[in-house]
């Protein structure tokens, strides 16, 4: 049975730091991509940062490009996601994701390319 569970959301200043986790259960990490997606209130769901687990290719979108990180730990079939210098448009609920719709050269961003997901975790950035 497969499962994320996401986590690490909390209520932060902007300019610090924030690291979000999600432990993977019930597959290993092989050519799946992993990915990170947010929804603010009021706003579509939006990726903000993929992992091809094969080779470790990321895609971030331009919005938190230099600031996000996202990172595999192989032996704990764990995806991390690092946030720097976070703003208040940062805000949203966090979720991980699995896709097997992907390959080399090709790091989907839809969210209907995505078979699971976490529950999400809240991330609330203040001025």
């Known amino acids: 049975q497969v499962q994320l569970m996401d986590s690490g959301g909390n209520s932060v200043q902007a300019g610090e730091s924030l690291r979000l986790s999600c432990a993977a259960s019930?597959?290993?990490?092989?050519?799946?991509?992993m990915g990170w997606f947010r929804q603010a209130p009021g706003k579509e769901r939006q990726a903000v940062a993929t992992i091809y687990t094969a080779d470790g290719t990321t895609y971030y979108p331009d919005s938190v490009k230099g600031r996000f990180t996202i990172s595999q730990d192989n032996a704990n079939n764990a995806v991390y996601l690092q946030m720097n210098n976070v703003q208040p448009e940062d805000t949203a609920v966090y979720y991980c994701?699995?896709?097997?719709?992907?390959?080399?050269?090709?790091?989907?961003?839809?969210?209907?390319?995505?078979?699971?997901w976490g529950r999400g975790t809240q991330v609330t950035v203040s001025s």
């Open positions: 994701a699995r896709s097997a719709n992907c390959w080399v050269g090709y790091l989907p961003e839809d969210d209907d390319e995505y078979d699971y």
């Open positions: 019930g597959f290993s990490f092989g050519t799946y991509c």
